[in-house]
């Protein structure tokens, strides 16, 4: 996902700051749907939109179905998910370009998303779906937010009292208790948070969204078809598994950023920040649907408290000035 929390235009800092990843991209080489045309009805936007926020959500869902029920194997998932994924997206390059895919190497973009995709599946071993979502969400958002100040962008104070919110939050969130979460595995997500953040910022500027994610999962994949050589654990694998793994990378990672790519040029970019703030939501929602998970009162005082400062930062640094 060249950034899960990008959105068109340019802003300030935490989600609005990695708007700019795929700004810089041009409209026409975003991918376009085969027979794509350039008026769509007043309702597609929004559709595609909410398939899109549902896809980012399902990469929750299905990793946590997959590895909570032993399904599968961290490792074994992320080389499915991976290399499905790089399969899936250089279909839909090729199906854009009416040509075989032209790959474009970026070895420390590719080593960004591995650093993200291994530990999200080793997380999820122990994260409950909606944790997990939440501390992924911080994590980045907050990975944005020091690179905006370390890039010299001037944080105002209603952002600087978003910021703290999300970092009480998070503080919350992982205090000692019988309701908190697994230290390991949140460390983890923690850590597959800022890699996605340096992830957004790598890929800042790409003039091809689509072409650079399908390049990058292609790498990546090889990479852990590499590590898991290095890595002396068991391995584990169902059919259930793999399938959920192949899910994972080729309909929630592959379709999910493609359809996202397509909306991307049609909305505000507080819209879409807005927008993926659902994101953690709908993910605590399919664990407690798919897994039977149970929603603390801690998860939901973090929840608020990470989502509503974020939502600060993101609606003041898009007001106009």
């Known amino acids: ?64 179905l997959a590895l909570g029920t032993e399904a599968i194997d961290a490792v074994s998932f992320t080389s499915v998910r991976l290399g499905s994924g790089a399969v899936t997206l250089a279909l839909i390059l090729a199906a854009r370009d009416r040509s075989l895919p032209r790959l474009e190497m970026q070895w420390r973009s590719a080593l960004a998303l591995f650093s993200y995709a291994l530990p999200f599946a080793w997380a999820y071993r122990q ?24 890039g010299g962008e001037k944080i ?8 703290s919110f999300a970092v009480l939050g998070l503080t919350a969130l992982l205090l000692p208790g019988a ?8 460390l983890l997500m923690i850590v597959a948070g800022i890699s996605w953040g340096f992830y957004s910022i790598l890929g800042r500027g790409s003039r091809d969204a ?27 694998l169902t059919d259930s ?10 309909l929630t990672s592959g379709v ?18 807005f927008a993926q703030l659902t994101v953690p939501v709908i993910a605590s929602v399919g664990g407690v649907v798919f897994m039977a998970e149970t929603v603390s009162q801690r998860l939901l005082v973090a929840s608020i408290a990470i989502l509503g400062g974020t939502a600060l930062s993101v609606w003041t640094s898009n007001r106009p000035k």
């Open 156 to 163: 105002t104070r209603p952002q600087w009292v978003g910021f």
């Open 241 to 250: 598994g793999i399938a959920l793994a192949a899910l994972s990378g080729s």
């Open 127 to 150: 994260l409950h779906t909606g944790v997990g979502a939440l501390l992924l969400f911080a994590a980045v958002q907050l990975t944005m937010l020091v690179a905006a100040m370390r």
């Open 1 to 64: 996902m060249e950034s899960l929390w990008s959105a068109r235009g340019t802003g300030g800092a935490i989600a609005s700051r990695s708007a700019q990843y795929t700004s810089g991209a041009h409209d026409n080489a975003m991918f376009q749907l085969p027979g794509h045309r350039p008026r769509q009805p007043p309702m597609m936007i929004p559709l595609l939109t909410v398939l899109a926020l549902m896809a980012f959500a399902g990469n929750s869902i299905l990793c946590r």
């Open 179 to 186: 309701s908190a979460p697994p230290v390991f595995e949140s």
């Open 256 to 273: 999910g950023y493609a359809i996202w790519y397509a909306v991307l040029p049609k909305l505000r970019a507080s819209t879409a920040a």
């Open 210 to 236: 689509l072409r650079n994610t399908a390049s990058n999962f292609v790498v990546a994949a090889c990479v852990v078809g590499f590590v898991s050589l290095l890595i002396p654990t068991a391995r584990l």
